[in-house]
């Protein structure tokens, strides 16, 4: 175990919330039982047709990935604020999961890796998270140069955060990024193209058990 990363401990378990919020014999996301050890800084924005569509943003802290749901989108026009609310940490191999996720199924819907890459915070991500305003380089398929994330209020999760771009060589006053370039930055098909793949749709060949409630018990 102590090889592949660190059990998650009961007193911070920081996928917990995760967890409770699926059901792993349903779903075809990770089940995240492992915390990685890792210093890795990757990122990941999966573009999610859910109940209403939004652009999941993560970034990789501490062998999880911290997420925020970007209603719109990222933009490149400097100063464009986007709502970006904060939501539980992912697992890390939740970068690569794009599928569908069945309907009645917590987030149900269609998911389609829409950028990835790295970031790199300009100062102690730790403490810019414990303060609200984190800013970060983003070296992504898509996205680039200097971004920031911005608390509005409150210091706990499900709060209101602010993605806008700086003013730098990868900003645009013009393109939409998110119209110009929908596809997936794995497969190249758009969110459409991965809807009807009737592949991704995971089947369960295991029993319906409480496999949940018991791993976070
Ligand atoms: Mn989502």
């Known amino acids: 175990?102590?090889?592949?990363?660190?059990?998650?401990?009961?007193?911070?378990?920081?996928?917990?919330?995760?967890?409770?919020?699926?059901r792993f014999n349903r779903t075809p996301e990770p089940s995240g039982d492992v915390v990685a050890a890792t210093g890795g800084h990757s990122f990941v924005i999966?573009?999610?047709?859910?109940?209403?569509?939004?652009?999941?943003?993560?970034?990789e802290l501490d062998g999880v990935l911290l997420s925020w749901a970007v209603p719109r989108g990222p933009s490149l026009k400097p100063g464009e604020r986007r709502l970006a609310a904060r939501t539980e940490d992912h697992p890390l191999e939740h970068a690569d999961f794009e599928g569908i996720?069945?309907?009645?199924?917590?987030?149900?819907?269609t998911v389609v890796v829409w950028d990835r890459g790295?970031?790199?915070p300009d100062s102690d991500p730790h403490d810019g998270l414990k303060q609200g305003r984190l800013t970060f380089r983003l070296d992504g398929e898509k996205l680039h140069g200097r971004w920031h994330l911005v608390r509005t209020r409150g210091d706990?999760?499900?709060?209101p955060w602010l993605l806008f771009k700086s003013r730098d060589e990868a900003a645009s006053d013009?393109?939409?990024?998110?119209?110009?370039r929908p596809e997936s930055v794995l497969t190249g098909r758009t969110l459409?193209?991965?809807?009807?793949?009737?592949?991704?749709v995971w089947h369960s060949n295991r029993p319906a058990d409480?496999?949940?409630?018991?791993?976070?018990?």
């Open 156 to 159: 706990g999760k499900g709060e």
């Open 101 to 109: 996720i069945p309907e009645g199924e917590y987030g149900g819907g």
């Open 1 to 22: 175990m102590a090889s592949a990363g660190k059990e998650p401990s009961a007193s911070h378990d920081p996928l917990k919330t995760y967890r409770e919020k699926r």
């Open 192 to 200: 459409e193209e991965v809807g009807e793949a009737k592949d991704r």
């Open 46 to 59: 999966q573009m999610h047709a859910a109940r209403r569509l939004h652009y999941d943003f993560r970034l």
């Open 174 to 180: 013009t393109v939409d990024i998110v119209a110009a």
């Open 210 to 217: 409480d496999t949940v409630s018991k791993r976070t018990q």
């Open 118 to 120: 790295t970031w790199e």
